[in-house]
């Protein structure tokens, strides 16, 4: 734990004002997962990219109940700025557990929902987000480095969960279209 505070450390020497006022809005942005149900609401109202919509949903349900739902409180993990008091927080406390960070992994389970999407001008710009994102939650030093590597491992399986229960889906609607077809 003690490399984590360094790197942790590290990254609050560098802190700038202007990264101070950017940093917390960044943040805000994967609050309670806030952009990418956005996104998913818009990709769900396109007839052309509802398809990527539901993977992307699919994929914030499995991340909900992977992080928030199981892991979060498996694990238990208090957060850096309740050891190292010193550090002056930016954002208001988070309440919940520290591992894995909820953020990172809501945000990469979009970008990688949305890659199996094969959403090409959308993933890409959504991996720099969620980079940020993930970033800047070490910047406000409510997560451990590791906090964010589960995050993102997290994200990366609830990604690639909702896309594989889109593909489910698919296979039991095709199945009842072919069977009501064989019926009449």
């Given at each position: 734990?003690?490399?984590?505070?360094?790197?942790?450390?590290?990254?609050?020497?560098?802190?700038?004002?202007?990264?101070?006022?950017?940093?917390?809005?960044?943040?805000?942005?994967?609050?309670?997962?806030?952009?990418?149900?956005?996104?998913?609401?818009?990709?769900?109202?396109?007839?052309?990219?509802?398809?990527?919509?539901?993977?992307?949903?699919?994929?914030?349900?499995?991340?909900?109940?992977?992080?928030?739902?199981?892991?979060?409180?498996?694990?238990?993990?208090?957060?850096?700025?309740?050891?190292?008091?010193?550090?002056?927080?930016?954002?208001?406390?988070?309440?919940?557990?520290?591992?894995?960070?909820?953020?990172?992994?809501?945000?990469?389970?979009?970008?990688?929902?949305?890659?199996?999407?094969?959403e090409r001008r959308l993933w890409k710009p959504a991996l720099v987000l969620a980079c940020v994102i993930a970033f800047s939650r070490l910047y406000l030093y409510v997560h451990y480095p590791?906090?964010?590597?589960?995050?993102?491992?997290?994200?990366?399986?609830?990604?690639?969960?909702?896309?594989?229960?889109?593909?489910?889906?698919?296979?039991?609607?095709?199945?009842?279209?072919?069977?009501?077809?064989?019926?009449?």
């Amino acid at each position: 734990m003690e490399f984590e505070f360094r790197i942790l450390d590290l990254i609050q020497s560098i802190r700038t004002p202007i990264g101070d006022v950017i940093m917390p809005a960044v943040s805000a942005l994967g609050n309670t997962g806030i952009i990418w149900i956005l996104l998913a609401c818009i990709l769900l109202a396109v007839p052309k990219t509802r398809r990527s919509g539901v993977i992307l949903m699919a994929a914030l349900c499995w991340d909900v109940v992977l992080c928030d739902g199981i892991l979060k409180h498996l694990f238990a993990r208090i957060r850096p700025f309740d050891v190292n008091t010193a550090v002056q927080l930016l954002i208001n406390k988070p309440r919940d557990f520290s591992f894995p960070s909820g953020h990172t992994a809501a945000s990469f389970a979009s970008v990688t929902a949305l890659y199996f999407a094969k959403e090409r001008r959308l993933w890409k710009p959504a991996l720099v987000l969620a980079c940020v994102i993930a970033f800047s939650r070490l910047y406000l030093y409510v997560h451990y480095p590791t906090d964010i590597l589960g995050g993102i491992v997290v994200g990366i399986t609830a990604g690639y969960a909702g896309y594989k229960t889109m593909e489910i889906l698919q296979k039991y609607k095709d199945k009842r279209k072919n069977d009501s077809r064989s019926i009449s």
